[in-house]
């Protein structure tokens, strides 16, 4: 996985690998899911401890070798875009907005196609527009 991320942040347009290498903390466990981005402050920087604008960046190692670089870039994209996925405030289009972005870095696979990558929320908002 860590040669996986040296990958990515080196295929990203400068001021994004910038970004990914000072504001982005990745960890790998295995999840259920490819990743998920969290807001900097469950996190913090691993120097000097701030916490504004750091995000952590919670990885699956069992990600397929075809989707890994996308699925990590698509993850970068949330930080890169502010997508606070603990808040109420997050975008809708917030999905969309990632896959469209890492698609636009050079990126592909899953991670990069708007239809899957909003699909899950898709599918609960029109649930709850079922039991409303
Ligand atoms: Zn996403």
Known sequence: MLEAIRTVLRKLPN???LFAYGRCVFISIGLGS???TLPGRI???LVDRRTR???LIILDER???DEVQGT???EIAHAWLKHDQISIDIPETCEVDAALLTKSWGFTGKGTDPDYCDRPYRQL???NNVKS
Do not use: K
């Open 53 to 55: 604008n750091m995000w």
């Open 72 to 74: 990590i870039a698509h």
């Open 63 to 65: 990600v397929p070798d």
């Open 125 to 127: 908002h029109e649930s």
């Open 43 to 45: 996190s913090s920087h």
């Open 15 to 17: 001021d994004v690998g």
């Open 34 to 36: 490819f990743g998920m």
